[in-house]
């Protein structure tokens, strides 16, 4: 069973710099894109940074310039590194990867979010 899990959350003053990891196992083929969303208290789920099989990077607007997303094939795992922090990105960040497997076709797989807060 595929399980996808994030790590490296935490209270940050603002400013500072945190960064997340994500990483999947279990029986995977291959991965395709692999996602940053957050979502903040009363707001709906947004993405904030994708990254393509081959490289190719995405980023809201809101952290153009402040966050870094990368990925390591040979470990399954995606990393955001998030500076210059501000109060407005407090929220649970969650990681989706697009996913085959060896018995089945592509799937979107998420982890169970891992808590952001920047105090000012």
């Known amino acids: 069973q595929v399980q996808v899990v994030e790590s490296g959350g935490g209270l940050v003053q603002a400013g500072g710099s945190l960064r997340l990891s994500c990483t999947a196992s279990?029986?995977?083929?291959?991965?395709?894109?692999m996602d940053w969303y957050r979502q903040a208290p009363g707001n709906q789920r947004r993405l904030v940074a994708t990254?393509?099989?081959?490289?190719?990077?995405y980023y809201a607007d809101s952290v153009k310039g402040r966050f870094t997303i990368s990925r390591d094939d040979a470990k399954n795992t995606t990393y955001l590194q998030m500076n210059s922090l501000k109060p407005e990105d407090t929220a649970v960040y969650y990681c989706?990867?697009?996913?085959?497997?060896?018995?089945?076709?592509?799937?979107?797989?998420w982890g169970q979010g891992t808590q952001v807060t920047v105090s000012s």
């Open positions: 989706r990867a697009m996913i085959r497997t060896w018995k089945e076709g592509w799937n979107a797989y």
């Open positions: 990254i393509t099989r081959i490289g190719s990077t």
């Open positions: 279990g029986p995977i083929f291959s991965i395709n894109s």
